[in-house]
Nanobody, 122 residues
Framework: QLQASGGGLVQAGESLRLSCAAS????????VAWFRQAPGKEREFVAAISRAGTRTRYADSVKGRFTASRDNAKNTVLLRMNSLKPEDTAVYYC?????????????????WGQGTQVTVSS
């Protein structure tokens, strides 16, 4: 089970840190990704982090502004979001998929948590 938290209302240029907490699984066996869905739009990939946290992947739209990290001892993945823009407004979800390769896939996630709302005002 995954649970995302940390969303809120901020102004453009400000920062937020999202947290994804996992329970009921060996967290280090899973790659974890963040996705987001804005009103009227399809869900899109944001970032992924490998099972050991040594590799990350980002969507071009957030590269250089967002940073994913994880603490497997705490079963937690974080998404630090800096320089937020109004177009970052969306519900953010974390998701997990089993992985043995240390990859950072952008697709194929089967375990999803409830989302957290991020709203960035201009």
């Amino acid at each position: 089970q995954l649970q995302a938290s940390g969303g809120g209302l901020v102004q453009a240029g400000e920062s937020l840190r999202l947290s994804c907490a996992a329970s009921g699984r060996t967290f280090s066996d899973y790659a974890v990704a963040w996705f987001r869905q804005a009103p009227g739009k399809e869900r899109e990939f944001v970032a992924a982090i490998s099972r050991a946290g040594t590799r990350t992947r980002y969507a071009d739209s957030v590269k250089g502004r967002f940073t994913a990290s994880r603490d497997n001892a705490k079963n937690t993945v974080l998404l630090r979001m800096n320089s937020l823009k109004p177009e970052d407004t969306a519900v953010y979800y974390c998701a997990a998929r089993p992985d043995v390769t240390g990859a950072t896939p952008a697709t194929g996630y089967g375990a999803w948590g409830q989302g957290t709302q991020v709203t960035v005002s201009s």
